[in-house]
């Protein structure tokens, strides 16, 4: 967690992006770490958790982490913990909270609520295209003998 909470220091003070960092750990091993590189990257996915994730994955050479754990030094927004359970992580730790995170500009409460509520009723609604293709593609996946479940 020290390490995690180190690289969320360092890259407030390089001027790299915003206070997080985060570290994957496997068998007691760093395998992946990362920082906030959002203005850096100009990627508003590019979250600590995230590029960490992404360099576990290409250490292991494999989209899932099963055997892995994550600290990070703030509790995981709603995308990172999507990545988080997307990724298989055996567990994930956090340092800091959603309070610390939103008392220094950085509230997730919005994304949230957001979530909750119906697709249409969200402040940018979604609404659903209608179109025979989309279902037929999830058909082919099923019947494809060149797939990668996960």
Known sequence: MRE?????????????????GAVVVRGGDVIGRGVNGVTASDDPTAHAEIVAIRAACRSLGSFQLRDCEMYASCEPCPMCLGAIYWARLRCYYYAGTRSDAARAGFDDSYIYDEIAKPAEQRAIPGSRVVLAEAGQVFDEWIRSGAKTPY
Do not use: C, D, K, Y
């Open 4 to 20: 995690a909470v180190g690289l969320a220091f360092e890259n407030v003070r390089s001027g790299g992006g915003g206070p997080f």
